[in-house]
């Protein structure tokens, strides 16, 4: 499998989209999600590297992954300036270039709303972690109310075209949960600018435990 995915167009436009969300709430979703977070980060699908200033010092090392040669190349620039050591790696969330069960936490925010192959993601996700790790997921879902779905379900193939590859329908706590995670926490929430809705706006932030290993 490839490690590139390449979006040319997204990758331009996503550090404005980016600071945009940030000055309007993400920032602090993004401190949110990575509260307490400590040992060995696994991050997949990095983008610039948004979250990497967030990392405490109690963060030993960040393995950062992401497929997209543009904002990966903002996200080597972003791992010089945060506190916690990072590498910035390519590749892709469905084939991490790490070992098994080194991460003690898995991050995943903005992102699973675009992998291509969710179960495969999370399946690796599960392998890099400790049995005793966790996931960290910020992610933007699909609506629980039925009129609002329908229009997410109408502009979901135009957003997909704009938003490289993201998709706004995914139910993704499902998809963790079918993955075989227990949700620990989650926080549903509408994330609106300026007190306004859009597509995008149905969000969940949460921690899930990973599966425990088969025995054999
Ligand atoms: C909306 S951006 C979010 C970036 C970053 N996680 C953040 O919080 O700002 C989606 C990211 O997913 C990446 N991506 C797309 N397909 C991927 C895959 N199969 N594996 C890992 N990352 C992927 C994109 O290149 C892009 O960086």
Not at 19 to 25: D, I, L, M, Q, V
Not at 102 to 129: F, G, H, Y
Request: glycine share 10%; net charge positive.
């Amino acid at each position: 499998m490839t490690k590139t995915v390449s979006h040319p167009l997204f990758a331009r436009m996503y550090p404005r989209i980016n600071a945009f969300a940030e000055a309007h709430g993400s920032l602090d979703h993004r401190r949110e999600l990575l509260d307490g977070v400590r040992g060995r980060v696994v991050e997949i699908g990095a983008g610039t590297g948004a979250n990497f200033r967030h990392y405490g010092p109690d963060v030993e090392q960040v393995i950062a992954v992401e497929p997209e040669p543009r904002l990966r190349a903002l996200a080597e620039q972003s791992a010089k300036t945060g506190s916690a050591p990072v590498s910035v790696l390519p590749g892709r969330a469905e084939e991490l270039p790490v070992d098994d069960g080194v991460a003690d936490v898995v991050v995943a925010s903005l992102v699973l709303c675009t992998i291509a192959d969710v179960p495969a993601a999370l399946a690796e996700a599960a392998r890099v972690l400790k049995p005793t790790g966790e996931l960290r997921f910020y992610e933007h879902v699909r609506s629980g109310r039925p009129g609002f779905l329908r229009w997410q379900r109408l502009l979901d193939p135009l957003w997909r075209l704009l938003g490289g590859g993201c998709h706004l329908t995914r139910d993704t706590v499902r998809a963790i949960t079918d993955a075989g995670f227990t949700i620990e926490q989650v926080r549903h929430f509408e994330f609106l600018i300026k007190g306004r809705a859009g597509l995008a706006s149905p969000s969940v932030i949460g921690i899930a435990r990973p599966p425990k290993p088969r025995v054999p």
